[in-house]
Every structure is written in structure tokens, then in C-alpha cells.
């Protein structure tokens, strides 16, 4: 965890870690959540530049459906988007809140989506990470 910039503290506050067996075995795995916070996946990170793809979901599991963090953003406060999930984390171990990150590819559904959520948050605006 520590080559990937993330403290055991960090992996723990997250619930994630290195998965040993099954779909994510040999991966970083990290909790996906809804908006309500419930649990919804794993997404696999990849520890090396020999493993592909860079994320790995679960069959069945939708990735464009999930502002992945968006269940933690505060209400009225500026939202960070980075372009992976283990910057969120990175973030995280720096103190840095409210970061979000979209699972697959930016597309014109994903861009509604955050301004729907931006609408119910109250965020006032968005930066890049």
C-alpha cells in the first residue's frame, strides 16, 4: 500500500486493502459506495503497470452508475474531481475532503449526473484535482 501512496491508517479509514483471494486477488481493493452509502462494489486497483485493466469491477456491477465518493461530500462545499480512485484516497491521506471520481469515461450522461448531484449538495462549484 505504501508504493501506492496510502498509509495503513488511510487503507483502514476506507475499509480497503490488498485482496489475497478471489476476482481482486493481487489487486487494491476499495469499497464503492452509493450516494445513501451503502455498499454497492469493489473496485480493483492495479498495484503494477503489468496488471490491466487499471480498475476491475465485479461482474454485473455498473461502473457508470456511481460518483464514486460522492456519498462523503459535504453539503456547500467545493467538490474535487480526480481521475482515479486512488487519488481520492491519496487525497484522503493528505486532508484533503471531498473528492470524487468517475469510474469509466466522462461522458455527456456523467457530466448530468454530477450536476444533479452539485444541485442536491449545494456545491458551489467544482475544481480538478
Given amino acids: 500500500m505504501q508504493a501506492l501512496g496510502i498509509s495503513a491508517e488511510t487503507a483502514r479509514a476506507w475499509d480497503a486493502g490488498f485482496a489475497s483471494k478471489g476476482i481482486m486477488r493481487g489487486r487494491f481493493a476499495v469499497p464503492v459506495k452509493n ?10 486497483i492495479a498495484v503494477s503497470e503489468e496488471q490491466t485493466p487499471r480498475l476491475l469491477f465485479p461482474a454485473g456491477f455498473k461502473p457508470d452508475a456511481v460518483i464514486f465518493n460522492a456519498h462523503a461530500i459535504e453539503r456547500g462545499d467545493t467538490v474535487y474531481v480526480a481521475r482515479d480512485p486512488l487519488q481520492v484516497l491519496q ?38 484535482f
Avoid at 39 to 44: I, M, Q, R, W
Wanted: proline fraction near 2%; hydrophobic fraction near 55%.
Fill in 35 to 44: 450516494l445513501a452509502g451503502d455498499l454497492v462494489a469493489y473496485v480493483g
Fill in 91 to 128: 487525497a484522503s491521506e493528505h486532508g484533503v475532503a471531498n473528492v470524487v471520481v468517475f469510474l469509466t469515461d466522462i461522458t455527456i450522461d456523467a457530466v448530468n449526473a454530477l450536476a444533479v448531484f452539485m444541485d442536491e449538495k449545494d456545491v458551489p462549484s467544482i475544481d480538478l
